[in-house]
């Protein structure tokens, strides 16, 4: 795709950062890297010379190897950067660390606690920054799930995701990046645990655009009718306090083969991991035919590299600015 040269820089803290169509622009840009690289075509051209800083306060399996080995295929280096060794644990600001990395590298990755901290990053850097998870969001993983379901299904619209599961960033990003392609969401959550409403009143004014459908019940059963995905995650995501009130009634909502049963003909299930087998999910579904888990984890690699290039490469303008 063209892009035009942008006047600022560009930031994906969450996913509504994009339009309908730049969201779309990327999930068809890594389709594309992953064909490529499927056809044994060398991609170490794309990104000669570019460097990306990856934050973690929290620990990841899928988000450093997807980013870090995107980099190395894609020809640029990427460097690892746990708490311990920034000066962020000593008392450094968010701010100066922002400053002074957007000095050394040409992309910042940051997986934080707190949205507000990588907010803060976005503003104290010159160079882009993604969200690579925070507790409001996670738009990296909404868009692979996005390019997930397309490959499963051939596209979106007329197409349905269930939710099922305590509320999270997660069920943000797919509220989010499922009004942003077309893709009707519905929400299964238990009493008081209902998603962040910002986040619902920002998806239902996109929905309109695409033609997707945003519904929530407390009943999951009602949720799973003709749907052609079920997702679900963790039911205590990593530093999230949940009481054990919360933890009993989400037992209702576990994903099982009486569940799944109650969806549409050939219908899937999606968790972005890591997973509880035995809790949110049982080990049949999670293990069964009908799991796409792994093309998710994927998927990742293939999302996080097509980002990267146009990021990079193509400067972010009429497309993604």
């Not at 930031?11 to 064909?35: S, Y």
């Not at 986040?199 to 309109?208: D, E, F, L, M």
């Not at 003709?226 to 009634?249: C, K, R």
């Not at 796409?292 to 690699?301: G, K, S």
Request: proline share 5%; charged share 20%.
């Amino acid at each position: 795709m063209q892009l035009q040269t942008r006047a600022t820089k560009f930031d994906l803290l969450t996913d509504d950062d994009l339009t309908p169509e730049q969201a779309v622009a990327i999930i068809d840009r890594a389709a594309q890297l992953k064909a490529q690289l499927k056809a044994g075509e060398p991609q170490n051209h794309l990104l000669p010379g570019k460097t990306l800083a990856m934050i973690f306060e929290k620990p990841s399996t899928r988000t450093r190897v997807s980013f870090e080995v995107g980099m190395a295929q894609m020809g640029g280096h990427a460097l690892y950067l746990s708490a311990h060794d920034l000066q962020l644990g000593r008392g450094e600001t968010i701010e100066d660390t922002g400053a002074v990395l957007s000095r050394y590298v040409d992309v910042i990755m940051a997986r934080m606690f707190k949205h507000t901290d990588v907010t803060l990053l976005a503003k104290s850097a010159s160079v882009p920054v993604i969200n690579g998870l925070s507790d409001l969001s996670h738009p990296t993983q909404g868009l692979a799930d996005m390019l997930t379901i397309k490959e499963q299904f051939g596209g979106w619209n007329g197409h349905k995701l269930a939710y099922v599961g305590n509320k999270n960033n997660m069920v943000n990003s797919l509220l989010l990046a499922g009004a942003l392609v077309g893709l009707d969401v519905a929400v299964a959550t238990p009493p008081h645990n209902t998603p962040d409403p910002d986040i619902v009143k920002r998806a239902q004014a996109i929905a309109p655009q695409t033609g997707s459908t945003i519904e929530f019940f407390e009943n999951p059963y009602h949720a799973i009718m003709n749907a052609d995905i079920v997702y679900t995650d963790v039911w205590v995501s990593m530093g999230q306090d949940v009481d054990a009130e919360t933890l009993d009634n989400l037992k209702a909502y576990q994903v099982d083969e009486e569940m799944m049963s109650g969806t549409l003909p050939n219908s899937v299930f999606m968790h972005c991991l890591p997973m509880m087998r035995g809790q949110e999910v049982t080990a049949e579904i999670a293990g069964g035919p009908q799991s796409i888990i792994y093309d998710q984890a994927e998927n990742r690699l293939h999302v996080h590299k097509a980002l990267l290039y146009e990021l990079l490469v193509n400067p972010l303008g009429s497309v993604l600015l």
